[in-house]
Every structure is written in C-alpha cells, then in structure tokens.
C-alpha cells in the first residue's frame, strides 16, 4: 500500500479510528523527542539556526531582486504570475550561481596560497549573499567563458584575512 493511499484511507476513515489515533500519538512522541534534543544540544540549536539564517537570507535576497510593485505579483493571468515568478526565481538562480563560483574560485586560491581548507567549514558558507551585487548595473547573458570576458579579480587573501 502506498502511502497516500494510506494516509487518505485515514483520513477518510470516523475520527475515533484507533489507528489514526495511535499514529497522531507517536508523531508526538518524535516531536517530543526532537524537542528534548533540541533543548539539550547546543551544537543541534546552532546548525538549525545556521540553516534558518540560509533560508531567511535566500527570501531577503529574492525581496532585494524584486524591484517593483513591492514585492507583490500584480497580474490578474495565471500565466502571467507564473511568469513574473519563473523570472524571478531565475534571476536569484543567476546570483546564486555567480556566488558559489566566486567562492569555489576564493576557496581554490586560498588553497593554493597554502591555507588548509577544512571542508567542514563548507556547511557554514551561504551563496545568498548580495551586497556586492549591482542589481541595476548592465546584464550580459553570454558565456564569459565563450566570449573572453575574464571574470573580476579576486582580492588579495594576504590583505583581507590580516584586517
């Protein structure tokens, strides 16, 4: 039985079903469980944390890219909306992108300057970041590597990592 056939069976199922019943009271006993844990483990509260930040900076970055009608979809069409949203969430795919081969480029150069690069590390890094992003610059959608547009030059790690 597969389980949506399942779960609608229940569903469908009088209220007083003591199977249901049994389930609603283990799901408790897991939430309850992560809970415990969760109290317990400092370590458990920052990696959630540390991932809710990702989350929360993936929606502040999509806000920042939307640029007018404040942040609302204003299209009456179904078509339309889901255009607007498909543009969107391309837009934030691109700086997203852009990002992760800046670092992966930083990370490589960091290496090669001999700094130990532990990946453990690579759990605490986020791509959503966009202070550094022009939104309202020029936009090119070529291949930088097609056309010989070299990308921006890294920093040098020797100034950054000493201030």
């Known amino acids: ?19 249901t019943y049994a389930l609603q009271e ?12 969760y109290l317990q483990s400092q370590q458990l509260r920052r990696r959630i944390n540390a991932q809710l930040n990702k989350g929360e900076e993936l929606h502040a970055l999509r806000s920042w890219l939307w640029l007018g ?15 607007s949203a498909s543009c969107l969430t391309l837009v934030t795919n691109m700086v997203l992108l852009w990002n992760t081969v800046y670092m992966q480029d930083i990370l490589k150069q ?3 300057e001999g700094y130990a690069i532990d ?6 890094l986020s791509s959503g970041t966009y202070e550094h992003i022009n939104r309202l610059g020029e936009y090119s959608f ?11 030059p890294l920093r040098n790690s020797n100034s950054t990592l000493n201030s």
């Open 1 to 19: 039985m597969t389980a949506s056939l399942f779960i609608s069976k229940l569903q469908a199922s009088p209220r007083q079903n003591n199977l």
């Open 26 to 37: 283990y799901g408790q006993l897991i939430k309850t469980s992560f809970i415990l844990r």
């Open 69 to 83: 009608s404040d942040g609302m979809i204003r299209r009456k069409q179904q078509e339309s909306q889901n255009d």
């Open 110 to 112: 960091l290496q090669s």
């Open 119 to 124: 990946e453990a590390h690579f759990e605490y």
């Open 142 to 152: 070529t291949d930088p590597n097609e056309s010989g547009v070299p990308r921006r």
